[in-house]
């Protein structure tokens, strides 16, 4: 049965089971870190929930994937921890915020190797997990969207988060968020400047999306960003490559994605860059090919980094999660 969630803010407290550390190997070779936070429910230490992130957010430490657990831990207690198992994961990218230089020809693609490595490596480190569910957040349900197509023949991946998400092109997404707030820079919000930045996206994606440079930095002065948030610095100077392999038609890829996938549509209701219409667009796609089973939940009075208001969106995943088992047992 399809499910329409509208939560308050709900605190819990609990105490933290001794995480375990591990490593996996990077798209490129290099060794990278995950935490792996045990369930303290026995009945669900068979699931394992992986977190996977935005692509913008990841050199604040707070936002880095890899550090984020205890955060949320701090804020919402005993609630997440009881739906099973999480893992947290270092990004090749998140190593190089303070050396841009670095992300020079490393596109987005490789991202789907990182999570179908960290993936394998938690079912060899941990035999006993038989649910695996991929938790994409912001550019994150790229990732999981696609590898959950790629790796659609494992029947240990039961279902996907998508998050804070937009399914059409990222172009389209950018230009929309520019159209929204305006200059950054200059705090110009003027309906010409925002058409002006918008049209200035849609043409240089149009220049990028022929050569797919490794070397070109076509977009670098085209968003408006602040330039004193280091995030939006380093993103700006991405290669082409990057860009042109992430501007990917989101709604075929959800289309293809397995049947048998449980899904679950979670979206910040005060959230101006990806809306509650986006998180609407993605569920007509799922209810369009046939997901009936999918759900949708529209968290109150959070906005599009609803990691830091974990309380609420812990306790649909808690309720979302049990639902499936208790459909596996009927």
């Known amino acids: 049965m399809n499910k329409f969630i509208l939560l308050i803010v709900l605190t819990f407290t609990s105490s933290l089971k001794a995480q375990t550390l591990g490593n996996f190997t990077s798209a490129y070779g290099e060794v990278l870190r995950y935490k792996f936070y045990p369930t303290q429910m026995e009945n669900q230490s068979h ?3 992986i977190y996977v992130s935005g692509d913008g957010d990841i050199c604040y430490k707070q936002s880095n994937p890899y550090e984020l657990r205890k955060e949320w831990h701090d804020k919402t207690g005993q609630m997440y921890s009881e739906s099973g198992n999480w893992v947290f994961a270092e990004l090749l990218t998140s190593r190089y915020c303070d050396r841009p230089q670095r992300l020079d020809g490393l596109g987005f693609s490789y ?8 993936i394998a490596q938690i079912e060899s480190d ?3 997990i038989t649910e695996i569910y991929l938790m994409g957040y912001s550019a994150g349900p790229w990732v999981a969207i696609e590898v959950a197509n790629r790796l659609k023949n494992n029947q240990k991946i ?6 804070g998400f937009t399914p059409g092109k990222l172009q389209n997404t950018l230009a929309s968020i520019f159209l929204k707030h305006g200059d950054l820079r200059t705090g110009d919000t ?3 400047r925002r058409i002006e930045i918008a049209k200035n996206i849609h043409q240089k994606f149009h220049e990028i999306t ?3 440079s490794t070397q070109k930095k076509t977009m670098f002065g085209v968003f408006p960003f602040d330039e004193n948030d280091p995030t939006e610095k380093w993103e700006a100077k991405r290669t082409d490559n990057h860009y042109c392999e992430a501007n990917i038609d989101g709604r075929s890829k959800i289309a293809a994605l397995p049947a048998r996938l449980k899904i679950l549509v979670l979206q910040g209701e005060l959230d101006r860059d990806h809306t509650i ?3 609407f667009e993605t569920y007509n796609v799922l209810l369009a090919t046939g997901k009936f089973d999918s759900d949708i939940a529209i968290v109150k009075g959070v906005g599009h980094s609803f990691g830091y208001q974990f309380p609420q969106i812990s306790k649909i995943i808690l309720d979302w999660s049990q639902s499936q088992t208790e459909q596996v047992e009927k």
């Open 111 to 118: 991202r789907y190797e990182e999570l179908t490595n960290l």
């Open 190 to 192: 003027s309906y010409e």
């Open 47 to 49: 699931k394992v929930f």
């Open 126 to 128: 941990f035999p006993q």
């Open 277 to 279: 219409e986006s998180a």
């Open 158 to 163: 039961k279902g996907i988060m998508i998050g």
């Open 210 to 212: 022929f050569e797919c």
